[in-house]
């Protein structure tokens, strides 16, 4: 039998390696489809000898591992359903980031069957990989004994009794101080492109976004495409930062330091709930490290964005969700659960939907805490009335671009044009003139961002007009399905294809640039924002060291999109697989995120999207494993 398992082991590795291993997108050749086929797999490297040894060594194991299990249907599918997700993702994304397209998936019988050898090759090593991960789970024990009962008094013994009998003070003065070197390095603050527009709008001035929307009234150019809480936000530090301090610098600086004490009492917070919830220490303190060192947590300590404040509020939302489902008579659980829900509504547009749906999936399956989970629900729904239907219409604040959540059918309608402009009948082409600039879809039309053709929106647009494209919009999908897939594919991909490419910084020298136009776009009230000139030195020193660690092997994974999304996903599955659904509902929150994410214009290297799923997963899967191993029992 030892053999037997040796030779199976030996077999399924060799499979895997020829499929992880095979070119999808080699050149073809005018030489035969056998020759072609074996060229895309052939070839020497000491690496490959170790990653196939490896790979041997892990199916070994695993037979070993799992031959104590006895899986069920449930089990099956909860481990398959997600390696043939992944698995075909990784085919999808070869082919586009290669061209685009699915050519090199379904052109002609050699590519299918290297799209097959690599799908296979990757189903066999994920579908292992999440059963050892799921059994391996199943035995982590994440709650110890009280760490009261900790006897050392000196060094990090005394450091971990303090940080378990005070969490939030311990977790708070050991972030903050990390980051006071990162504090100096980058004030007054990191831009992003965003920066420009929301500060041009406090002070009234044309800026990119009053520039194309239909404004209520011309006089007044704050706007809701960006929240308008935080933009005014903005503007209200900018003001005691000239008044107070006759500085812009110290303006700027007041928005990025209050940010920066708002992450970290949030982190601080949800530590201190993991180790009331019993997760041990070595768990909580492995996720502060988390938080310390990982790159984009630590890019976004400073940036001025909206999405930090919106993390902050997800991240707490979704602990909320989690202590109601137990801890439903604690009015600090449902104080908590009502301002971060309200504050996701108002600080991210499209955040009352998450809430809704939110509360709607509570109500539904926590029957207990209905009454008083319905009346935190409406409190959220009446903060978003009163901010967009009552407040923002009285103040003459123009709202959002409708043009923000249909960027995908646009897209695919400039992907449509591009490739069979021939057959748009001169009707289909007034249809779609009356909604975007059709004679420039075709050149604007960029796979990975749609934010070049949505920008040909016209904002006049009525609905009967809206209706009349999307009725073209439907007839071309009937024509030519593969073309509008193709396009959802080419903005999304890098979602889930962990071998695209990793997650951009918003760096130092970015910022600079973004701070002139700020600088220019704000010349007549004097604006003057920038960096001293001793840091610039610095701030390359310490970027490149920190971006250079980790796209180091193994390191790189927490610059990858992929990884949070997988993450996530593999998190559902495994409270399937363990019959604990219920403990699905604070991760609602995070699913929603992916959700408008995949709405949104930009493919998954543009982090900021993903950002509130980052900061909230490891609190979000620590407090679930804790519930899990507690067996708490069914609460409806």
């Known amino acids: 039998m030892r053999v037997k398992k040796w030779m199976l082991c030996l077999l399924s590795a060799y499979v895997t390696l020829l499929g992880i291993k095979t070119d999808l997108c080699a050149p073809g050749s005018e030489r035969s489809m056998i020759v072609q086929l074996f060229d895309a797999v052939t070839g020497f490297s000491v690496q490959d000898l170790i990653l196939f040894a490896g790979i041997v060594c892990l199916y070994g194991a695993s037979l070993s591992y799992l031959k104590r299990t006895d899986f069920r249907v449930r089990d099956v599918v909860c481990i398959a359903a997600p390696a043939f997700l992944f698995a075909g993702f990784m085919v999808l994304g070869q082919a586009f980031a290669y061209d685009g397209s699915l050519k090199y998936v379904v052109s002609d019988g050699l590519q299918r069957i290297k799209?097959?050898?690599?799908?296979?090759?990757?189903?066999?090593?994920?579908?292992?990989?999440?059963?050892?991960?799921?059994?391996?789970?199943?035995?982590?024990?994440?709650?110890?004994?009280?760490?009261?009962?900790?006897?050392?008094?000196?060094?990090?013994?005394?450091?971990?009794?303090?940080?378990?009998?005070?969490?939030?003070?311990?977790?708070?003065?050991?972030?903050?101080?990390?980051?006071?070197?990162?504090?100096?390095?980058?004030?007054?603050?990191?831009?992003?492109?965003?920066?420009?527009?929301?500060?041009?709008?406090?002070?009234n001035f044309l800026e990119g976004t009053s520039g194309y929307l239909k404004l209520i009234d011309e006089s007044v150019r704050l706007n809701g495409h960006h929240p308008i809480l935080h933009t005014l936000y903005l503007h209200l530090c900018m003001v005691i930062g000239d008044t107070v301090f006759g500085s812009y610098n110290i303006g700027i600086f007041l928005v990025s330091v209050t940010q920066m004490l708002c992450i970290v009492m949030t982190v601080a917070y949800a530590l201190s709930v993991m180790v009331k919830a019993g997760v041990k220490f070595e768990a909580v303190f492995v996720t502060m490290l988390y938080y310390m060192f990982t790159p984009r947590m630590q890019n976004y300590m400073f940036l001025i964005t909206k999405d930090v404040f919106t993390a902050c509020a997800l991240l707490i939302f979704a602990i909320s969700v989690w202590q109601l489902q137990k801890e439903g008579e604690d009015k600090r659980s449902y104080l908590l659960f009502t301002v971060s829900g309200i504050c996701l509504t108002l600080f991210r547009n499209d955040g009352k939907y998450i809430v809704l749906v939110s509360v709607l999936a509570l109500l539904l399956f926590v029957k207990k805490r209905r009454k008083k989970a319905a009346v935190c629900g409406v409190l959220m729904m009446l903060a978003a009335v009163l901010l967009f239907e009552v407040l923002?219409?009285?103040?003459?604040?123009?709202?959002?671009?409708?043009?923000?959540?249909?960027?995908?059918?646009?897209?695919?309608?400039?992907?449509?044009?591009?490739?069979?402009?021939?057959?748009?009948?001169?009707?289909?082409?007034?249809?779609?003139?009356?909604?975007?600039?059709?004679d420039v879809l075709a050149e604007k039309y960029v796979p990975e961002n749609g934010d070049f053709v949505k920008e040909n929106f016209n904002e006049e647009a009525s609905a009967a007009e809206l209706s009349a494209y999307f009725k073209v919009w439907w007839e071309m999908l009937k024509k030519h399905p593969e073309v509008y897939l193709e396009a959802a594919l080419n903005n999304y991909y890098n979602y889930f294809y962990p071998g695209g490419e990793l997650a951009q910084a918003y760096t130092y020298e970015q910022s600079a640039v973004f701070?002139?136009?700020?600088?220019?776009?704000?010349?007549?009230?004097?604006?003057?924002?920038?960096?001293?000139?001793?840091?610039?030195?610095?701030?390359?020193?310490?970027?490149?060291?920190?971006?250079?660690?980790?796209?180091?092997?193994?390191?790189?994974?927490?610059?990858?999109?992929?990884?949070?999304?997988?993450?996530?996903?593999?998190?559902?599955?495994?409270?399937?697989k363990n019959k604990r659904t219920k403990l699905v509902l604070p991760a609602i929150p995070l699913f929603l995120s992916l959700g408008v994410a995949l709405i949104a214009s930009r493919n998954g290297e543009y982090f900021r999207y993903l950002y509130g799923i980052a900061f909230s997963l490891p609190v979000i899967m620590a407090l679930g494993q804790a519930r899990i191993q507690e067996a708490v029992d069914d609460l409806v």
Not at 403 to 432: G, H, K, M
Not at 561 to 570: C, E, G, K, N, Q
């Open 115 to 203: 799209a097959m050898l690599v799908f296979l090759g990757f189903l066999m090593i994920f579908a292992t990989a999440i059963a050892v991960l799921y059994q391996g789970l199943g035995e982590f024990q994440v709650c110890g004994r009280r760490t009261n009962t900790v006897k050392s008094r000196l060094g990090f013994g005394q450091y971990k009794r303090f940080f378990c009998e005070h969490t939030f003070i311990a977790a708070f003065l050991t972030i903050f101080i990390f980051y006071i070197p990162y504090m100096f390095l980058s004030y007054p603050a990191i831009h992003m492109g965003d920066t420009c527009n929301q500060l041009a709008q406090g002070y």
């Open 392 to 438: 923002m219409p009285a103040f003459k604040i123009t709202p959002a671009s409708r043009r923000e959540a249909l960027s995908l059918p646009f897209q695919q309608t400039a992907r449509y044009i591009r490739d069979y402009e021939q057959e748009v009948t001169q009707a289909e082409q007034e249809a779609i003139s009356k909604v975007l600039r059709y």
């Open 515 to 576: 701070m002139t136009y700020v600088n220019d776009a704000l010349d007549e009230i004097g604006m003057s924002i920038h960096y001293p000139q001793w840091s610039h030195k610095y701030q390359q020193m310490y970027e490149t060291l920190r971006e250079k660690v980790f796209e180091l092997p193994v390191l790189s994974v927490f610059k990858s999109s992929a990884l949070y999304v997988w993450t996530l996903i593999l998190w559902f599955f495994y409270l399937v």
